[in-house]
């Protein structure tokens, strides 16, 4: 995995047919290097930190 960066937009996806995936921005790098945990504020308002697993996909900000 490349490293993340504040402002990139996540994905995780849901674990049962039943689990809506959910969908955030990254608010804070926490990790060295753009490594975890990153502090993700969920579309829905909900902020999280998150070591993300095999279960999520990246949308890389656009550079600036």
Same mark, same amino acid.
Request: glycine content about 12%.
């Given at each position: 995995?490349? $490293? =993340?960066?504040? /402002?990139?937009?996540?994905? #995780? ?12 921005? #990254?608010?804070?790098? @926490? /990790? $060295? ?5 990153? =502090?993700?504020?969920?579309?829905? /308002? ?13 949308? @890389?900000? $656009?550079?600036?």
């Amino acid at each position: 995995m490349n $490293a =993340l960066h504040q /402002g990139d937009r996540i994905v #995780i996806r849901g674990r049962t047919v039943d689990s809506a995936d959910r969908h955030g921005q #990254i608010v804070e790098v @926490k /990790g $060295a290097n753009g490594e975890p945990p990153y =502090l993700v504020r969920f579309d829905d /308002g909900h902020e999280s930190v998150v070591f993300p697993g095999g279960d999520f996909s990246v949308e @890389k900000a $656009a550079a600036t």
